[in-house]
């Protein structure tokens, strides 16, 4: 299993402006994954980050919008950028141990 | 493309109850189908994880099954607790390059004690 942190666990934010969004895994994983859950939506993948190399986004998300770092096997952050209230979502980081997914707690994020 | 539905979106019953979660996928080509539970302000739970070539999971009161060739599973709950309220999510992991799990909306369990 792996045991994941996310920070802020939610966040109010004004349009036009940026929030970072920080997750650390107990263990080393070769991937982390960001995904969004719209409010009544399913839970949707932004992109994949790999430690060395730039995130992998998945159609409709762009790395303008959504960048993401990797600096290490056990971290990761997501961006926001120039928010609109469409923005106001659930992030959560994802990690695969073996072949089981699991998350971390979310942030909940509301633009106003 | 792979869609995932959850049928019900949501249900209500008694405690001590045996109940069923249904999900279906569109595309037999998954690698794995796993259930999550979602509480409220919460991140997901993972419950159970089947995978392709596997029939069924069970962890407790809980058992999940899986027929690819039909595109569906289902999750039983045994006995169901007010505890198990929450929302039931389904995930299927999608063959290729970006080993990703596609989600079904969900179906929000309410125990009543």
């Known amino acids: 299993s792996a045991v994941i942190s996310q920070k802020p666990s939610r966040d109010i934010c004004q349009r036009g402006t940026s929030l970072t969004i920080q997750c650390q895994v107990d263990?080393?994983?070769?991937?982390m994954f960001w995904y969004r859950q719209q409010p009544g939506q399913s839970l949707t993948l932004i992109a994949t980050a790999n430690q060395g190399s730039e995130a992998t986004y998945e159609s409709g998300f762009v790395i303008d919008k959504f960048p993401i770092s990797r600096p290490n096997l056990t971290f990761s952050t997501l961006t926001v950028s120039n928010m609109s209230p469409e923005d106001s979502s659930i992030y959560l980081c994802?990690?695969?141990?073996?072949?089981?997914?699991?998350f971390g707690q979310g942030t909940r994020l509301t633009v106003v | 493309k792979q869609e995932v539905t959850q049928i019900p979106a949501a249900l209500s019953v008694p405690e001590g109850e045996n109940l069923v979660l249904n999900c279906s996928f569109t595309?037999?080509?998954?690698?794995?189908l796993q259930w999550f539970r979602q509480d409220p302000g919460k991140g997901l739970t993972s419950l159970l994880l089947i995978q392709s070539s596997q029939r069924e999971q069970t962890s407790g009161r809980l058992n999940a099954s899986l027929d690819k060739s039909s595109g569906r599973s289902t999750l039983y709950i045994a006995a169901s607790q007010p505890g198990d309220s929450a929302t039931y999510l389904c995930a299927v992991g999608v063959k290729g390059g970006s080993e990703k799990l596609v989600f079904g909306k969900g179906t929000k369990l309410t125990v009543n004690p």
């Open positions: 595309d037999s080509a998954i690698y794995n």
């Open positions: 263990s080393q994983v070769t991937m």
């Open positions: 994802s990690v695969r141990t073996g072949v089981e997914a699991f």
